[in-house]
């Protein structure tokens, strides 16, 4: 099986936790083989060599195949959660919400790929991204050449952007040549790995973009009918356990590489001006309309999301306290705030 992403990513990290658990659950009688990105196929070419069995299976996200289908970037959980879900609320709509059902749908019938989808990377809340000069409101924006993918590229476009398309491992090269002024990846110890921090000084969280943003599990059709029901479910298993037990690891990096980016390499880390975020939902809004009215299975997905958020979203509003009110108590200096201006929490 091959990942997106090179072996140097935490990301890749999630994808061998999984074989490992595979074969422990299995107590060695399944073996998943690991591979980075570009092993044997490109990585905006697994999904088709997935399904044509060049590969078993691949560890990638689901908003790459937008070319295909825009629907595509709903199964990551979307531009906004979507309509506000976080990342629990998501996995609430795949799992209790009818959204695997759809998922399977999508890429069986619509696609007409013989794959199996399982959600299996939880690699948000991502930043905003990186930039060469200061941002300090939507205009800002316009006329850079960033590097965006999935829909979200689409979103920036309209707002102003020029976008580029481009795997992970190519970000830094081009932006070493000039090529591009700003990128979006992922943010914290992905980008780090990356190098992000040797090329640009001006960090910006948070995105609305993939706040919430789900990877995926593929497993060729046909290898998956082969295996017994047990070894599917240790699949399933392994793959549910690797989105619990690599988070909120995944999290504390993220955290720690904040520290890095600013103490070791003097990255400025900044809050993204509100405007931005704004602009960016209500134009997401406007594509996603658009879209759903000329892509009768995108509507269907579209709004059993709203569906299910619907449910879910006001309650836990009234429910949950807002993470900032109890965290600024004990915490209150902010990464994207001048540190000397702030006192120390109460921890």
């Known amino acids: 099986?091959?990942?997106?992403?090179?072996?140097?990513?935490?990301?890749?990290?999630?994808?061998?936790?999984?074989?490992?658990?595979?074969?422990?659950?299995?107590?060695?009688?399944?073996?998943?083989?690991?591979?980075?990105?570009?092993?044997?196929?490109?990585?905006?070419?697994?999904?088709?060599?997935v399904s044509r069995r060049v590969v078993d299976g691949s560890h990638s996200w689901a908003g790459y195949w937008t070319g295909k289908d825009r629907t595509a970037i709903l199964f990551t959980g979307g531009p906004g959660g979507t309509f506000g879900m976080d990342f629990i609320d998501v996995m609430g709509w795949l799992h209790h919400g009818g959204g695997l059902e759809l998922y399977q749908e999508f890429y069986t019938k619509v696609l007409k790929l013989d794959v199996v989808p399982i959600p299996i990377l939880p690699s948000g809340p991502q930043?905003?991204?990186?930039?060469?000069?200061?941002?300090?409101?939507l205009n800002d924006l316009k006329g850079l050449k960033c590097r965006q993918t999935g829909l979200a590229a689409e979103v920036w476009k309209e707002l102003g952007m020029t976008v580029v398309n481009m795997p992970g491992g190519e970000i830094i090269p081009a932006a070493?040549?000039?090529?591009?002024?700003?990128?979006?990846?992922?943010?914290?110890?992905?980008?780090?790995?990356?190098?992000?921090?040797?090329?640009?000084?001006?960090h910006y969280s948070p995105g609305v973009h993939e706040n919430v943003t789900i990877g995926e599990l593929l497993i060729n059709g046909e290898v998956w009918r082969a295996l017994s029901a047990q070894h599917q479910e240790i699949i399933k298993s392994a793959a549910r356990d690797a989105f619990i037990v690599w988070w909120p690891k995944w999290q504390k990096q993220n955290a720690e590489a904040l520290t890095e980016m600013r103490e070791k390499y003097g990255v400025q880390l900044l809050r993204t001006p509100g405007d931005v975020l704004r602009a960016f939902l209500e134009k997401w809004d406007e594509i996603a309309a658009r879209e759903a009215a000329q892509n009768p299975f995108f509507k269907k997905v579209w709004d059993s999301q709203r569906d299910y958020a619907s449910v879910v979203v006001p309650a836990k509003r009234f429910y949950f306290p807002p993470y900032s009110f109890v965290a600024s108590i004990y915490?209150?200096?902010?990464?994207?705030?001048?540190?000397a201006s702030t006192s120390k929490g109460r921890g």
């Open 127 to 137: 930043a905003f991204g990186w930039f060469n000069r200061p941002i300090t409101n």
């Open 331 to 339: 915490w209150p200096e902010d990464f994207g705030a001048d540190p």
């Open 176 to 202: 070493q040549r000039g090529v591009i002024d700003c990128a979006e990846w992922v943010g914290g110890v992905e980008d780090i790995r990356l190098g992000f921090q040797n090329v640009w000084k001006f």
């Open 1 to 49: 099986m091959q990942a997106a992403w090179p072996a140097s990513l935490t990301l890749y990290e999630n994808f061998t936790y999984f074989a490992d658990r595979v074969g422990k659950l299995s107590a060695g009688m399944l073996t998943i083989d690991t591979m980075p990105a570009g092993q044997v196929v490109p990585p905006f070419e697994l999904l088709d060599a």
